[in-house]
């Protein structure tokens, strides 16, 4: 009789400490996949934004390919919740081709680089800061200014 007592109080107490480690481990991947999921979209977003940028008008101006840029990024941004702005928006920088004037071939291939800084609030006194950097080439063959 006694070793039965003994044996379900072992087990009381095994899953008494091991329900607490489990539901912790469960809490702690959830918490690394919202983060993992928040640096995923902050990518995606700042990627999609550059490609916006580098395919917007040239002759439009830098100007539109940046409102372009932060439209594309906003939109994308808009469907994770947890990722709040910082103080600085998205900032893109421009390289223009060079083309040689004589003969009109390309020298040297523009780009553009966007990128951002913005926090995950999400179970934590101070908010986690996620970065997100992209460089999107402009095509030697869209039309030049």
Do not use: W
């Amino acid at each position: 009789m006694t070793r039965i007592r003994s044996q379900r109080a072992q087990a009381a107490v095994e899953t008494a400490m091991t329900i607490p480690i489990m539901l912790l481990m469960v809490t702690v991947f959830f918490v690394v996949g919202l983060d993992v999921e928040a640096h995923v979209e902050l990518e995606t977003a700042v990627r999609l934004a550059t490609i916006s940028a580098a395919t917007a008008p040239v002759t439009l101006g830098d100007g539109v390919a940046r409102n372009f840029a932060t439209m594309s990024f906003n939109a994308s941004k808009e469907h994770f919740h947890l990722i709040k702005d910082s103080a600085e928006p998205l900032v893109c920088n421009f390289v223009h081709p060079t083309v040689n004037p004589t003969n009109g071939f390309v020298l040297q291939q523009g780009s553009v680089t966007c990128s951002d800084v913005a926090h995950l609030a999400f179970l934590r006194p101070a908010p986690d800061q996620v970065t997100a950097k992209a460089v999107a080439h402009i095509s030697p063959y869209r039309e030049l200014p």
